[in-house]
DNA sequence: CCGGGAATTGACCGCCCAGTCAGTCTCCTG
DNA sequence: CAGGAGACTGACTGGGCGGTCAATTCCCGG
């Protein structure tokens, strides 16, 4: 019973908490962080504004719990993407098309890290959040070391590359979220042909 | 002396606006828009604040205006370049050189132009700047169309992957502008070789 | 049905800063 | 040198919003 009581106030807790990140989340992606009020986030998740306050210190730390768990969900779907993928190439497939399928299902996310993460990452010195980032950017460099170390890729200076890449598949991607119409039907296919063979003719 | 006299005082108005611009973008840079006080940037730049509103008027007004010189700026640099190239190689090349060049000198603007932009560009309808951004790409969007056409480029969507190397670019330079050490030396050629070969062997 | 502890509420506080404007200074003109 | 036009100043205001906390509601065990 103790046990039962227990798990109910948690399950109470955790419904709250993430109803509470979820409206976060869309009104960032709407507003941008600064814009975003803290009442309107409440109302959004149909709580009143102290409430919100039971669960997250400050604003900025409700900002940063969105984007920490956003983050974390996208790198174990990445992650486990990879592992599944045997050859350099296919792996590269599977970073790009993981990303591609974790933000079509998380939009208001995408919107978040896409606009709000060069000021983290430049303007406000965020230790936490260069962790996460590069984290990321870590997957995408093993990727590219094994395929180099395997003959498949042609030798490069591994981490700014990596991300170059990073960053052209954010690019593709916010083409692919932020204007939703008339895109070619198979971007994370063109993306992947661009980093794979180049622009160049033959 | 009619026209002295005007001319002075168009001088001396040019002066102050200058000076006000320029402490805008380092403060901007420095802060990012909305950590920015104007009375920061008054004092930057040695006058008072009531004396900013006598020549812009409001803050976001004088954050557009220190863009908008900015961009143009960059924009008449890069086409000038561009004329004076004859093939979609060197175009390219001049494309990514000028930027370079234009952004090494301009450091403060490049941080404004990197980490303000997304939002602009997502959250806020900003028709001026979008306009701006328009004719970036279009710059490289024709290079683009005209490669293809003359057989050096291979067949491709050409305003979406404009974008891709557009960002691509803006990636580059965000790595050699924002993170003074130890990178490679020329970090112009290694984005044109990425661009122009792509990573897959041979 | 009662009592009390926990969860929730939302009116309120105080800070911060964009924007104002009455007053000061400067410098030209007659 | 007087006077006044206009550039400049900076103390002040008003509003907006992050954060608080006394009051209220909810819930459950006895």
Redesign the interface.
């Known amino acids: 019973m103790a046990v039962a009581g227990k798990s109910k106030k948690d399950v109470l807790q955790e419904f709250r908490s993430t109803e509470i990140l979820e409206a976060a989340r869309h009104v960032f992606a709407?507003?941008?962080y600064?814009?975003a009020t803290i009442d309107q986030i409440a109302t959004h998740a149909g709580v009143a504004k102290g409430t919100v306050y039971l669960y997250f210190d400050s604003k900025r730390d409700l900002f940063l719990a969105s984007l920490r768990e956003g983050v974390l969900a996208l790198h174990a779907e990445v992650a486990a993407q990879l592992r599944a993928s045997p050859t350099p190439k296919s792996q590269l497939q599977a970073f790009i098309n993981a990303r591609f399928h974790y933000f079509s299902r998380n939009r208001d996310f995408f919107?978040i890290y896409?606009?709000?993460?060069?000021?983290l990452a430049?303007?406000?010195g965020q230790p936490e959040l260069q962790d996460l980032y590069e984290q990321q950017a870590q997957l995408l460099e093993s990727v590219?070391a094994d395929g180099i170390r395997s003959?498949?890729?042609?030798s490069?200076?591994v981490p700014?590359?990596a991300?170059?890449?990073?960053?052209?598949i954010?690019?593709?991607l916010?083409?692919h979220i932020?204007n939703e119409p008339a895109?070619?039907p198979h971007?994370e296919a063109?993306?992947f042909n661009?980093?794979?063979?180049?622009?160049?003719?033959?």
Chains 1, 2 share one sequence.
């Open positions: 709407l507003r941008g600064h814009a919107r896409y606009t709000e993460f060069p000021q430049t303007v406000t590219l003959g498949h890729l042609r490069c200076p700014s590359t991300r170059l890449v990073y960053d052209l954010r690019s593709a916010a083409q932020l895109d070619n971007p063109t993306v661009f980093i794979w063979k180049g622009i160049s003719q033959s």
